[in-house]
Every structure is written in C-alpha cells, then in structure tokens.
C-alpha cells in the first residue's frame, strides 16, 4: 500500500516568504507527526495531531510555524516569513492510532532552502 | 545522544561481515527504543523496536541489544550488504514524556566496501 508522502519534495525560497509543506499520511492512521531534521542530525519533534487537533505542538520553533489538519487527514506545516535558519528536511510521519510504543512511518521529506 | 553536527561518526565495513553500530542515551525513563535507516535523500525507515522488559530482539539480519545498566543500545547488521550503507538512528520513546515523542540520536554513518 502507499506509504506517507509529501510534497514538494524540494523547495527554494527567499527570506521572509511563506511556505506551505504538504503531508499525506497512509490512509486511516489517525496520528500524525512533524519533525525536522538539519544535516548530520537526527530528526526533531515540532508537532503532534491525533486526528484534526494538535495535541502538542511544544517542538514548534516560534510563532512563524503553524500547523494544520482540517479533515484529520493531510496535514500542512505553514512557515510565514522564512529565515536562512529555517534550511532543512522537514519529515511527516504516521501511525495507525498514536498509542504507546506504536511505529511511526516516515515520509520521504521535504527539503527547504531559505535563500 | 549528543549531537555531533556534520561529522557524523562513520563505520566502514567490508562486505560480507557484521556490523555493529552503537547507541547511547539519556533519559532513565525511556522504555521504548527504535532503529532507523535513513538512506540519502530519504525519509528514516523503520528496522527494528525494542521494549524495555527485553534486552534482545532479533529480525531478519539484524539484532537489537538493550543494556539499560548503563544505558546503551546496539543494531547487529549480519552479512553486511551494499545496500546497508545509509546513516542509521536510534530513537527512545517514554511513557512518563510525552509518550508519542521520539528522540533521537545524531546517527551514524555505514558504509559497505565492495
């Protein structure tokens, strides 16, 4: 079956622009997950959605990020006024209910490039 | 884990032999742990768990030993293939912190001589 995607998988953008970041998780896992991930470290927590609410979002940087899931399905991790900071692979994950000790599915990642 | 920035620690095999990749962690609580294989470009996969009432868990071709004395975790990768080479990662998960949070470790680098 189809695993978690996301789109784009590369994006180039200038400082201060907005960008919209795109997660399909695999269909009927009501847990979703946001990480981030700079090079040569591992990933980082930033959100959780069991179904359409986030229920954690303490690994969001600042208020520049926001998160959505209106439908409990396709998520949207939003960055308004992007810095160079901002430069790394974002990572959508999944899983089937978000109880204890349940494996989390990776996407492949969107790679973005804050110019 | 600590992070180590750009150098991630490399372990350079030949084909054919085992590899062991290793794992430390902090959190005392931590009950859950996970390896991945993240390949360049790519999303990390999931290789293998291991719950914290076990300190041994076999799959196919690889092996996860959990020494919570003092606090250390291994990935055994038998018969060491090319298609091995990627940066693999260990995660830990605590019912007490957020149970759904993963942590990671800052990874190391395989790579598989032909």
């Known amino acids: 079956g189809a695993g978690v995607s996301q789109t784009p998988s590369n994006k180039v953008t200038e400082k201060g622009k907005y960008v919209e970041l795109r997660c399909d998780p695999i269909?009927?896992?009501?847990?979703l997950y946001w990480y981030r991930q700079s090079l040569g470290q591992g990933p980082e927590f930033l959100i959780y959605?069991?179904?359409?609410?986030?229920?954690?979002d303490s690994g969001l940087p600042n208020d520049r990020f926001f998160a959505v899931r209106p439908e409990g399905s396709v998520s949207t991790l939003k960055i308004q006024r992007t810095e160079r900071g901002d430069s790394a692979m974002y990572l959508c994950?999944?899983?089937?209910?978000?109880?204890?000790?349940?494996?989390?599915?990776f996407g492949p990642g969107t790679r973005l490039l804050v110019l | 884990g600590e992070s180590v920035g750009l150098h991630l620690p490399t372990l350079s095999v030949q084909e054919g032999d085992n590899s062991i990749i290793n794992c430390a962690y902090s959190?005392?609580?931590?009950?859950?742990f996970i390896w991945y294989k993240q390949e360049s470009g790519k999303g990390p996969q999931f290789i293998i768990d291991?719950?914290?009432?076990?300190d041994k868990r076999q799959g196919q071709r690889v092996t996860v030993l959990l020494n919570k004395t003092v606090k250390h975790l291994s990935l055994q990768i038998a018969a060491t293939q090319p298609g091995d080479s990627a940066v693999y990662f260990c995660?830990?998960?605590?019912?007490?912190?957020?149970?759904?949070?993963?942590?990671f470790g800052s990874g190391t680098r395989l790579l598989v001589r032909p």
């Open positions: 994950a999944s899983s089937p209910s978000g109880v204890y000790q349940e494996t989390q599915y």
């Open positions: 269909s009927g896992h009501t847990a």
């Open positions: 959605f069991q179904g359409t609410g986030a229920a954690d």
């Open positions: 959190n005392s609580a931590s009950d859950y």
């Open positions: 291991i719950r914290s009432n076990m």
């Open positions: 995660a830990e998960n605590s019912l007490m912190d957020s149970s759904y949070k993963l942590i």
